[in-house]
């Protein structure tokens, strides 16, 4: 198989960037993506040009690692699938395979396709955890944990944290990436205690690192490889109230008392 | 000789005592503390995280741009416990027996007792986190039956579960971060150690981003770099998962123990092309409902839905009757090899054996089957092409597991002062063969549980110096760090790094892999010094090191593992015995099992870099069993 | 955990400075104006009734609320009402959609949607001729300052206002066309509001963009009515 690429190449976040034009060619059809993209960095070695940065690790959709836009599609738009798991058999010979980074202000570009997704980590520190501290933990079945509860947690913490979401949302919003972590802690008994602070702090730093604001077009769910569903963005948003108003009605209630 | 701490008493006492022998340091003094954590993995992460807890100032290193990305976030099937929740005859003392007779008696009794113990603490503790494992409709926790065991002590969340817990200790670890007890330096590789006065004093490393060569100073430093089995090239390992950290440690003097034991994983998608950059595993859970066949005849082409049930061999069934698809590791992948090697392997190129649900759908249903196994099965589609439901799948085994790593004693020190060493780096507990679901267990232990409390007897016990980055040690060391980057960037040849790493792991795959004869590897000894030769002859880079470059970043990396590749070698040919992992074609049973030899072999060998042009030396830690009786392992 | 970060005593301000607050504002003032709309919608129908009903139905509408509240109180209440949801439904739009766009400052040189709807794409360009058309509306059918030929207009007259306002067919076109933007507006507005405002918590999804669909299918029918039959002739 042949194709033609053309890659968005950028030095450094404050170099400008521009899309370079690349053909490839002595692709198989079980060949992943990045086995494709491994050859043509092979070829621009050889050749004493740059080879194309592109962040990956696993290779098997699992570490969060990989992740640009195929022809306009974050991941290349298939469901359920990450970069690394696709394979050329999904593409058509001949075709021209458009490949660009992530684009938010919140993930400036670092070189060519990789972002810096750090935002992430800052949202998850702001309260994307149960504070148990070694040592402290009861015997494990002394918890009960519902098997549907524990059901949706783990199809909430299933998320990888590529940045999908944010890269195929037309706000770049960080809606479902953070619902998927609130839900995951905020729906499970050990989860409860803070739910409600966490809830506030990890919605605040959010808007913090300068995500947009979501408008519900479910782009983020579509494109997730782990088909994290937009119906979590919703229970946030509800836990986000709940957390304003209950925090008022316990003021007044100690106010009062 | 190597001295491994171990307290004395009896087996169920020692940890006990050794907790209470220790010193501590008390939580205002904490502080004034630094602490190095190279590796966010599950082990690094942990320590890191409970380091601060516990209010020590940490720092933590990891080349990857956050934490949740490393390699442990791929592990699948899940972790053990002895918590005999199932009443089926679990206990401490089974799991201790099951690890130390998996790993063919070539690990240290007090160090596996201690990690059966800890076991139950690692999932109350993660349950205590949120980590959302499989549950039953009563709310318990739900467990099943993994490689090797006859009980079901496998705890597991769907097939992610080292996602789960690596999210659960990546949090815990957040959390530090925000409270200012640990910082995190990402994307930053670790690139030498730096010792002064004879004691681990810092780290060196490389800013992935700038090039920026820094030091760092602390009072103890701790490796959780991870494994190494990507000398193979070819492994279900992360593409970035290197030796570079515990290599360069090795090179500063700390030992490497057991460096040829390798494990190769039965169940992983065979190879299809070329161009191949990485093996997929899938999870051996898959082996508790799927049976592994292969065609009676040789060369048999037809596709597996039309071989009648009396032409296919169900080779593990018919060799090992009591444990059949069950067998450990070693065993299920050396059999499937050699199914291959009679000629009677399946798939495009003859290297691949059927694991068949076919029995299970019957038995189950689809459903069911789908319940348990749907996301490997999507995952074996989307790789492949084809629906397992319908079809067999086809395995083929990988390299997957490094039960080798830097030596420690029982506090996991490496034998230099300061230098501690945890998850799979480490050598300490899985001798020869590691057990499913139990290098999670390991990482976990070691990070949660044992280092916090002997990292703290090491501070509290030994008067250290205050030393700055400006101490010389630090300047030298890092400008070898230098040289070497530059020496590498000005090679300018014309192969690439992945051309050397490619052919770095077929030569180790053929001759060091999963059966090994003195011939293969005096022949792979006679072709790594040429190979190197032509990697600081020939390499190809461009770019400079003043910038993010991930072909130096590579060339590096492979760098190294030419240098380890030929420890292993050295060291699978002195053992001249086959345990575990290791098989020495020259020592099998009549039956062709692999025959230890406790005589000779029953010590660890650890062994010291001695400089680049001079054989390593050999030490040896004899092993000594008071409790497990040695045995023939057999799991006929 | 900190408890610093996230701070006001008083919950509105919490949630006039929070992204998501600001759009749970936007759906609560949305939901208030889709009320509206579906109350306005049937009382247009009463023009089907004839010129005595429609005329009835306006006065009605001064007297709401009589004899508690005075003439016209009713109204001008229910009017400062929707005055001040459309003032904070339009300032939370501008600052959110402000907001998104800073959020990604270089565009995709491509990008395809997957679940995006046409409808959800114009809710900003979509509001803004909503906009240009509520003001439009007032100065018509309200004041009788645009749209009619002088001394056309009777106030209360509100049967021969119609009749005559729609005759003239650019009029009639504009509202038809400000009455399809509603439509889709609506379409993706009232399922994005029960999602803004948690109440998707089900697998009920589906059955919300329905419902949502319905419900804006029905109001721009109705809507749409009156002026397609004052220019084919069947009110007169
Ligand atoms: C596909 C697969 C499935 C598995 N399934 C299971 C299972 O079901 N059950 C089980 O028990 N085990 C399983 N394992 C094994 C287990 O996952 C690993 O052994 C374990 O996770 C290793 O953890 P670790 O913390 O030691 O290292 P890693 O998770 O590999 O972490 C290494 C860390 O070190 C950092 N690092 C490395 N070198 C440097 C450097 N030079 N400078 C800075 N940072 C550095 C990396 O960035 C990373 O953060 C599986 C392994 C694989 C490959
Ligand atoms: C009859 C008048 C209007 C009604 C009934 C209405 C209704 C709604 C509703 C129910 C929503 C959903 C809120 C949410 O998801 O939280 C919404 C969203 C929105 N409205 Fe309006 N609105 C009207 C007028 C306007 C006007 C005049 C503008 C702008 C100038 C506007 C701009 C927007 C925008 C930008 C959104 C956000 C899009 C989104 O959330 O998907 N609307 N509207
Ligand atoms: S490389 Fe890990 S998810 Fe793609």
Redesign the interface.
């Known amino acids: 198989m042949k194709f033609t690429l053309r890659i968005w190449r950028q030095k450094s976040r404050e170099a400008p960037g521009k899309f370079v034009t690349y053909q490839v060619d002595g692709i198989t059809p079980d060949m992943s993506f990045l086995e494709m993209l491994d050859v043509l960095n092979e070829e621009l070695l050889a050749r004493g040009e740059d080879p194309v940065a592109f962040e990956h690790d696993c290779r098997e959709g699992i570490c969060g690692s990989c992740g640009f836009l195929i022809n306009g599609l974050a991941h290349g738009g298939r469901r359920g699938t990450t970069v690394c798991q696709l394979s050329m058999r999904f593409f058509k010979d001949g075709e021209t395979l458009t490949l660009e980074p992530w684009r938010a202000r919140a993930f400036p570009v670092v070189r060519d396709l990789i972002v810096d997704r750090s935002a992430f980590d800052r949202i998850i520190q702001a309260g994307g955890f149960i504070s148990a501290p070694v040592g402290s933990a009861p015997d494990a079945n002394a918890i009960l944990v519902p098997k549907d509860i524990a059901d949706t947690a783990f199809e909430a913490a299933a998320c990888i944290g590529c940045g999908a979401c944010v890269a195929a949302c037309p706000n770049a919003s960080a809606m479902l990436f953070t619902a998927a972590k609130l839900v995951h802690l905020n729906v499970l008994p050990q989860g409860q205690p803070q739910r409600y602070q966490r809830t506030l702090n990890m919605v605040a730093a959010m808007e913090a690192e300068g995500f947009g604001s979501c408008t519900n077009h479910g782009e983020c769910a579509a494109v997730c490889p782990k088909e994290i569903p937009l119906e979590f963005i919703g229970r946030m948003n509800r836990d986000l109230r709940r957390a304003i108003f209950r925090r008022r009605f316990e003021r007044w209630r100690d106010a009062t008392q | 000789m190597l001295d491994a701490r171990i307290p004395s008493g009896p087996l169920e006492q020692k940890w006990e005592k050794c907790r209470f022998e220790m010193q501590l340091v008390s939580p205002a003094n904490r502080r004034k503390y630094t602490i190095i954590v190279v590796g966010a993995g599950l082990a690094g992460a942990s320590a890191a995280?409970?380091l601060g807890?516990q209010g020590y100032r940490v720092h933590c290193f990891s080349y990857?741009?956050?934490?949740?990305?490393a390699?442990s976030?791929?592990a699948q099937g899940g972790i053990n416990a002895a918590?005999n929740?199932r009443n089926d005859g679990d206990s401490v003392y089974r799991l201790f027996y099951d690890t130390i007779k998996g790993g063919d008696f070539r690990s240290r009794e007090a160090n596996v007792y201690r990690l059966a113990e800890l076991s139950l603490?690692i999932?109350?503790?993660?349950?205590?986190?949120?980590v959302?494992?499989?549950?039953?409709?009563?709310?318990?926790?739900d467990t099943r039956s993994f490689g090797g065991v006859q009980v079901q002590r496998t705890f597991y969340?769907?097939g992610?579960t080292g996602?789960?817990l690596l999210?659960g200790a990546?949090?815990?670890l957040?959390?530090q971060?925000?409270a200012g007890t640990v910082t995190?330096h990402?994307r930053t590789e670790m690139l030498d150690l730096v010792l002064i006065g004879g004691r681990v004093r810092g780290i060196i490393t490389r800013d992935l981003?700038t090039g920026a060569i820094d030091a760092h100073v602390a009072d103890a430093v701790v490796l959780a770099t991870g494994g190494y089995s990507n000398v193979f090239y070819l492994s279900t390992n992360?593409?970035?998962s290197n030796c570079t950290a515990i290599w360069r440690a090795y090179r500063r003097g700390a030992l490497f123990a057991n460096p040829c034991f390798t494990q190769i994983h039965p169940t992983c998608i065979p190879q299809?092309?070329e161009?191949?950059?990485?093996l997929?595993l899938m999870s051996e859970s898959l082996r508790n409902d799927g049976r592994v066949w292969v065609p009676k005849k040789k060369g048999d082409t037809r596709p597996p839905n039309d071989i009648p049930e009396d032409e296919r061999d169900y080779f593990l069934e018919r060799r090992y009757p009591r444990f059949g698809n069950l067998v450990p590791r070693d065993l299920a992948s050396r059999a499937a090899k050699e199914v291959c090697d009679e000629g009677r392997g399946v798939g495009p190129q003859g290297r691949g054996v059927y694991l068949d649900f076919a029995d299970a759908i019957k038995r189950m249903g689809v459903e069911e089957v789908r319940e348990k196994y749907g996301n490997i099965f999507?995952?074996y589609e989307?790789?492949t092409?084809e629906d397992a439901y319908k079809v067999p799948m086809r395995i083929y085994p990988a390299p997957h597991y490094t039960m080798g790593g830097l030596w420690v004693d029982y506090h996991l020190m490496s034998n230099l002062p300061g230098l501690f060493v945890a998850g799979e780096a480490n050598f300490s507990d899985h001798g020869a063969n590691r057990l499913g679901a139990s290098a999670l267990m390991q990482g976990l232990a070691d990070g949660?549980?044992i280092l916090?409390a002997t990292i703290p007897n090491y501070l509290a016990t030994n008067s250290l110096e205050p030393v700055s980055v400006s101490h010389p040690a630090f300047s030298q060391a890092k400008a070898e760090v230098a040289e070497r980057l530059q020496k590498l960037l000005k090679i300018r040849g014309?192969r690439?790094p992945?051309?050397f790493h490619r052919e770095l792991g077929k030569l180790m795959w053929d001759k060091c892999g999963m059966t090994r004869s003195a011939q293969s590897l005096r022949e792979a000894l006679a072709r790594l010094p040429e190979l190197r030769q032509e990697f600081w002859e020939n390499l190809?880079?461009?770019?400079t090191g003043e910038?993010?470059n991930?072909?130096l970043e590579k060339a590096n990396r492979v760098s190294d593992f030419l240098e380890l590749a030929e420890l292993m070698c050295i060291d699978a040919l002195h053992r001249e015995e086959s345990c575990g992992c290791h098989f020495r074609i020259e020592s099998q049973t009549p039956d062709e099992e692999a025959k230890r030899d406790d005589e000779r072999f029953c010590y660890v060998a650890a062994w010291e870099w001695k400089g680049p042009d001079r054989a390593p030396e050999l030490h040896k830690e004899p092993l000594t069993f008071e409790y497990v009786h040695l045995t023939q392992r057999s799991y006929k | 955990m900190k408890t610093s970060r996230v701070s006001s005593a008083n919950p509105l301000v919490m949630l006039w400075n929070s992204v998501i607050g600001k759009k749970i504002v936007m759906a609560v003032t949305g939901a208030v104006l889709v009320l509206f709309v579906i109350a306005h919608m049937l009382g247009n129908l009463k023009v089907y009734g004839g010129q005595q009903t429609m005329n009835a139905y306006a006065r009605f509408l001064r007297e709401m609320g009589w004899p508690i509240l005075g003439h016209e109180e009713g109204l001008w209440a229910v009017r400062i009402i929707l005055l001040v949801c459309v003032v904070l439904h339009v300032t939370a739009a501008t600052q959110l959609t402000r907001l998104s766009w800073q959020a990604r400052p270089q565009e995709y040189h491509e990008w395809k949607g997957l679940a995006s709807t046409f409808a959800s794409r114009t809710m900003r360009w979509g509001g803004v001729l909503l906009l240009v058309f509520i003001v439009f509306h007032i100065l018509h059918m309200t004041f009788g300052v645009v749209g009619f030929s002088p001394g056309q207009f009777k106030h209360l007259a509100v049967y021969q206002n119609v009749v005559a306002g729609f005759s003239v067919w650019p009029v009639s076109l504009f509202y038809i066309v400000a009455m399809v933007a509603l439509g889709l507006h609506l379409d993706h507005g009232i399922w994005s509001a029960i999602q803004t405002l948690g109440f998707n918590s089900g697998r009920n999804e589906h059955v919300l963009k329905l419902v949502s669909r319905a419900i804006a299918v029905i109001v721009v029918l109705g809507f749409i009515s009156v002026p397609v039959s004052v220019m084919v002739g069947w009110v007169r």
């Open positions: 995280a409970t807890q990857h741009d956050t934490p949740r990305r390699h976030i791929a918590k929740y603490n999932i109350d503790q993660c349950v205590a986190q949120g959302p494992f499989a549950r039953e409709y009563g709310g318990l926790l969340a769907r992610q996602q789960q999210l990546y949090q815990a957040q959390e971060i925000a995190m990402t981003l992360a593409k970035a299809s092309s161009h191949q950059s990485k997929t999507d995952m989307k790789i092409g949660y549980f916090p014309r690439s992945d051309s190809a880079l461009v770019g910038e993010l991930q072909s």
